[in-house]
């Protein structure tokens, strides 16, 4: 089994560039997914892939991947960004899915 | 648009067992796809908990296997969650979410609403 650690917060002031990273072993082989969950709200969908959003996601939004570390960038962060932001992946240990701890986006 | 519902009891006895059902519109399960629940423990991150395909097939999170059943109801579109033996460790919200394959694994695209469980003593 094996883990994904993302930093448990990070701050960014209203209009500039911030990324949230998450590491682990598994993002050697497998793209990590980012989701966004707001208070007392079900986690979105933002990221998956090499850098796809789904429909509907602003395309501030970006990923990216180089060697173990999986990172989100949100480029000119606006206020409804504030969130708690998890990283997931595929365990290279099993065929199941993990999660990171998350990271919590306070726009300032 | 796919939408989905959990539903079951808010309250469980310590020891007892948890069943959640979740009602899927605006897709077949029987075209295809896992299908997911996760937890999220009140203040704290997510917990995968396991995944079925549309014809049964199923795997679940090391951590809860010896405790966790997943099953498939194509006849009514609906998908269940088991947990035996549940402990206070066990109260978390439960989400039901469908999960698409890209790049080698799936992973939850639309997620249902979340329902709180709680395990009283």
């Known amino acids: 089994s094996s883990e994904l650690t993302q930093d448990p917060a990070v701050s960014v002031a209203l209009g500039q560039t911030v990324s949230i990273t998450c590491q682990g072993d598994?993002?050697?082989?497998?793209?990590a997914t980012w989701y966004q969950q707001k208070p007392g709200q079900a986690p979105v969908l933002v990221i998956y892939?090499?850098?796809r959003r789904p429909s509907g996601i602003p395309d501030r939004f970006s990923g990216s991947n180089s060697g173990n570390t999986g990172s989100l960038t949100i480029s000119g962060a606006q206020a409804e960004d504030e969130a708690h932001y998890y990283c997931?992946?595929?365990?290279?240990?099993?065929?199941?899915?993990?999660f990171g701890g998350g990271t919590r986006l306070t726009v300032l | 648009q796919v939408q989905l519902q959990e539903s079951g009891p808010g309250l469980v006895k310590s020891s007892e067992t948890l069943s959640l059902t979740c009602g899927v519109s605006?897709?077949?399960?029987?075209?295809?796809?896992?299908w997911g629940w996760i937890r999220q423990s009140p203040g704290k991150g997510l917990e995968w908990i396991g995944s079925?395909?549309?014809?049964?097939?199923?795997y679940y999170n090391p951590s809860l296997r010896s405790r966790v059943n997943i099953s498939v109801d194509t006849a009514n579109n609906q998908f269940s969650l088991r947990v035996i033996s549940v402990t206070a460790a066990d109260t978390a919200f439960y989400y039901c979410?469908?999960?698409?394959?890209?790049?080698?694994?799936?992973?939850?695209?639309?997620w249902g609403q979340g329902t709180l469980v709680t395990v009283s003593s």
């Open positions: 979410a469908r999960q698409i394959l890209h790049n080698g694994y799936d992973f939850p695209d639309y």
């Open positions: 605006g897709y077949f399960i029987s075209s295809g796809l896992y």
């Open positions: 079925v395909f549309h014809n049964g097939d199923t």
């Open positions: 598994s993002l050697k082989n497998y793209f």
């Open positions: 892939g090499k850098d």
């Open positions: 997931a992946s595929r365990d290279t240990g099993g065929y199941h899915l993990l």
